[in-house]
């Protein structure tokens, strides 16, 4: 009797998300076809050293019951078509699904995009908040075969370390969405004005910092004043005057853009008011 070959081991695969790939996923969750109980999608990124570095997604049509599952191949791989002109250097890492756990059909859905790519991630994101909170987690599948064949009886779907990554831009974004309550969405010059703020209290600090140890009230730390060193040797020198003309130059040029911009959107506003689009726009 031929050995039952169970896989055996911890993967290093780690998998990254973007949090524009999450609003992606939940943007298509909830523009979804009544009567759907959840969707599939492709993720696009990129996998160096083990680590799957996952940026984008697209959502896929497919339909799913108890005997069968049916997925929208066509409109797979033109959108797959389509990303790969706009963007060469990502490619498909794997596939997506909402919803909790890992249904019989994810194993199917998983085959196919085995011949896709290479050991594809499954990234299930639970959109009905269990407990208050979007659950992300990745899985790779292990095949069972018996003896030494290649062909594969069953899947065991492994749980990899998964984290969103966020930059400064994103974390705002994604602190603002944790509000319950929020009655609008900062302007530019609010989003600036907090920035500097923060900025403002950091140099505060690295500078009360800097003269607490010269005048000996503190133990001076070699790694932070190498930090503070760096940091100022990056910044280029520039005057006072020159920056303050700088500035200026720069807001008029971006009052200027404005202005062109409200013009243009009210000269297309008449003109579909007019119902004629024979005005000059300029």
Not at 36 to 49: E, N, P, Y
Not at 59 to 78: F, L, W, Y
Not at 241 to 248: A, G, I, K, M, V
Request: with cysteine; proline share 3%; charged share 25%.
């Amino acid at each position: 009797m031929a050995p039952l070959n169970l896989p055996v081991g911890q993967t290093s695969i780690t998998v990254r998300v973007q949090p524009v790939v999450l609003f992606s996923i939940c943007d298509a969750y909830i523009r979804r076809n009544e009567g759907k109980d959840r969707v599939i999608g492709t993720l696009l990124g990129s996998i160096s050293d083990g680590v799957v570095d996952i940026r984008e997604c697209y959502a896929v049509p497919h339909n799913e019951s108890m005997d069968q599952v049916e997925m929208d191949i066509v409109h797979h791989r033109t959108l797959s078509d389509l990303r790969r002109r706009v963007n060469s250097k990502e490619r498909i890492v794997g596939w997506y699904s909402t919803g909790q756990g890992v249904s019989g059909s994810d194993a199917r859905f998983q085959m196919y995009y085995e011949t896709q790519c290479q050991n594809p991630v499954h990234l299930r994101v639970d959109t009905t908040l269990t407990n208050n909170k979007l659950d992300v987690v990745a899985y790779v599948a292990r095949h069972l075969t018996l003896g030494d064949r290649s062909t594969s009886l069953a899947q065991e779907f492994q749980q990899v370390p998964c984290e969103v990554r966020t930059v400064e831009v994103e974390r705002l974004g994604i602190e603002l969405l944790q509000n319950e309550v929020t009655e609008k969405l900062p302007s530019e010059a609010e989003n600036l004005q907090t920035a500097i703020g923060r900025l403002q209290s950091a140099l505060n600090k690295a500078s009360q910092y800097v003269d607490d140890v010269v005048s000996g009230r503190r133990k001076g730390d070699i790694n932070v004043g190498r930090y503070i060193a760096d940091t100022c040797a990056a910044v280029p020198y520039i005057r006072k005057e020159d920056f303050e003309q700088l500035l200026q130059d720069n807001t008029q040029d971006a009052l200027l853009v404005m202005y062109l911009a409200n013009l243009v959107r009210a000269h297309v506003a008449l003109a579909d008011k007019l119902g004629t689009a024979a005005l000059p726009i300029l």
